[in-house]
């Protein structure tokens, strides 16, 4: 079970550094993309463990995924469309808004 | 078992389905369809105050597979919050007829507002955590749709923003169930709060104490988490807007706070100092911010930020007193900070700018927008007898009878500085003189104003008739969690 944990953990904070380091917009979306699948397999190994059948981890990690992947496509469309209208996907160059 | 809650979910999904599907025919089925179901909504809430007044609970089991089912249940909290839904939605709505004609496509704005109504129902509703979170997921991405609706350079920035920052809390909420579950064995409120009453806190409680700190926290815009919250709703479309700051934060992130930190987990010294600080915090520097801010929406959307500030601050103290000025609190900054944005999206539409240093003298041009602004503006600053002047009063009197002097302080010293702020914004916009080329500016449509006056006039009532709301509605929510009810 440990090691699950630590897979989970590393996978989360290898998305994060993606979401806080990374200036590309894409860059991003795979490190939001990262955590959402560590959570995925964090739900699924637990509802292993418990081995028990109810099926509600199980449950869950589907609707995680399902989730994950209606905020992912979201997040390409938006991306896509601010690549046309600024020209770059660098987040640093996107920056209208402030103060 | 009773079929009402599930009313509150099918009026918005059924509404949204036959907008979907008639708008191709019938260009005007979204403003019939959606003013129509959120008439219903706030009908269906008001009528069910008396009964959860009397103490009755409705419950509604969608299957009934024990963990697997889906179960809805109203109690005193459940309907504060639908109740305040409703009404920000029907004025919204109602806001939404004109002022969307200037964007395309209008009846898939409705198709979205429809299913992050349902969401933030779905959410107020759930008895247990995967239906809260199902809840949050549903109103989240309609509502990231929302902000986006522009398609333009700076509404685009601000949804990517505002993706990317509620997917992590999201998730953070969605690992602190998995760790809760893991330990406790059941993901019900009331049997998680049984199961948990006895034992201690065990570090993986903890755990999943913190990362629902950390989720709820980034959907409430909380202090350290706050980044996304100025872009989003000051960029969204108006009526969004309204909707966002007046319910949407307060629904998706603090209710979830509530439900885990006073129904789940019992409230300990610890927790109530943390819910403290963090309320301060947010409620100073917030207003600090909003302070230097000269775009109307902009300077209102910290102001968010600051006033729920207030609320979780009340929370915090976990007194009964302190809880139901919280409660309040909430109430009636979803009203006037609701009509403050549907004013300076009247004035924007009229205008055709949000800056302040370009308006000015407007009352003279736009009665009706400029009388109600004045009203939320008191109101939110806390002057007698509007609402807001109440709630703020009854948490600072919780604070020093708890024995809080500093935050009670913080909290009056929050609330002079918002009169600042909004002396600033009364100033710009509304009095003064009135440039050359504002001479022609005409009030806003009649549906905005009714919509404007609606809310104003709720701002007006509850500070007259507070005693009876507080005993009504407030406090059967306050029963509710600190689980005497029922």
């Known amino acids: 079970m440990t090691a699950v944990y630590v897979i989970c953990a590393i996978l989360f904070i290898v998305g994060i550094y993606g979401v806080v380091v990374k200036k590309n917009l894409i860059k991003i979306i795979i490190g939001i993309s990262l955590m959402v699948q560590s959570v995925a397999v964090l739900l699924l190994s637990l509802g292993y463990a418990e081995g028990v059948g109810e099926g509600l981890f199980q449950t869950i990690g589907l609707i995680t995924m399902i989730g994950g992947l209606g905020v992912m496509s979201l997040m390409i469309i938006t991306a896509i469309r601010l690549y046309e209208k600024y020209g770059t996907f660098d987040v640093s160059e996107i920056r209208r808004l402030r103060g | 078992m009773s079929v009402l809650p599930l009313l509150f979910v099918v009026i918005p999904v059924a509404a949204a389905a036959i907008i979907a599907i008639l708008y191709r025919v019938w260009e005007r089925s979204g403003d019939i369809f959606t003013n129509i179901a959120n008439l219903a909504l706030l009908v269906l809430s008001l009528a069910l105050v008396g009964p959860i007044w009397r103490g009755e609970t409705f419950s509604y089991n969608l299957g009934d597979v024990s963990p697997l089912g889906i179960h809805f249940t109203i109690d005193g909290l459940s309907l504060l919050m639908l109740a305040t839904v409703s009404i920000i939605c029907l004025a919204a709505s109602l806001y939404s007829v004109n002022y969307m004609e200037r964007y395309t496509a209008k009846p898939r704005y409705y198709v979205l507002l429809m299913l992050m109504i349902a969401g933030m129902n779905i959410v107020a509703l759930g008895a247990d955590l995967v239906n809260l979170y199902i809840g949050i997921e549903i109103a989240a991405l309609a509502c990231y749709a929302l902000v986006a609706f522009g398609v333009e350079h700076e509404y685009l920035e601000a949804s990517f923003k505002y993706q990317i920052m509620g997917t992590v809390g999201t998730l953070c909420i969605l690992s602190g169930m998995a760790f809760l579950y893991r330990t406790a064995g ?177 009352n003279q041009r736009m009665p009706v927008t400029g009388t109600t602004c004045a009203i939320a503006s008191l109101s939110i600053s806390g002057f007698p007898p509007f609402n807001g002047f109440w709630s703020k009063l009854i948490i600072i009197i919780a604070a020093i009878q708890a024995g809080y002097l500093g935050f009670a302080i913080v909290a009056a010293l929050g609330s002079i500085l918002t009169m600042a702020s909004f002396l600033k914004l009364e100033r710009y916009i509304f009095f003064g003189s009135l440039p050359e080329k504002w001479q022609k500016v005409k009030e806003a449509p009649v549906l905005m104003c009714v919509s404007m006056i609606l809310l104003a006039a709720a701002c007006l009532g509850i500070g007259l008739a507070f005693p009876w709301i507080i005993d009504g509605f407030i406090q059967p929510a306050v029963n509710a969690v600190m689980m005497l009810g029922a």
């Open chain 2, 186 to 362: 059941s993901l019900n409120m009331a049997e998680l709060h049984g199961i948990l009453l006895g034992q201690g806190l065990s570090p993986m409680l903890l755990f999943s104490g913190i990362l629902f700190l950390a989720g709820f926290g980034l959907k409430a815009a909380y202090m350290p988490f706050h980044a996304w919250l100025p872009d989003a709703h000051s960029t969204a479309p108006t009526p969004v807007s309204a909707i966002l700051s007046g319910v949407f934060i307060k629904v998706i992130g603090l209710y979830g706070m509530i439900r885990v930190f006073f129904c789940i987990f019992e409230i300990t010294p610890t927790t109530s100092w943390i819910l403290m600080v963090v309320g301060a915090i947010s409620l100073l520097v917030a207003v600090l911010l909003a302070l230097g801010q000269w775009d109307s929406k902009r300077l209102l959307a910290y102001h968010s930020i600051s006033q729920m500030g207030y609320v979780l601050l009340g929370l915090g103290i976990a007194t009964p007193l302190g809880i139901l000025g919280g409660l309040f609190h909430l109430v009636n900054h979803a009203l006037f900070k609701g009509l403050l944005f549907l004013d300076a999206g009247s004035v924007e539409m009229q205008t055709g700018t949000r800056q302040l240093k370009e308006l000015g003298g407007l």
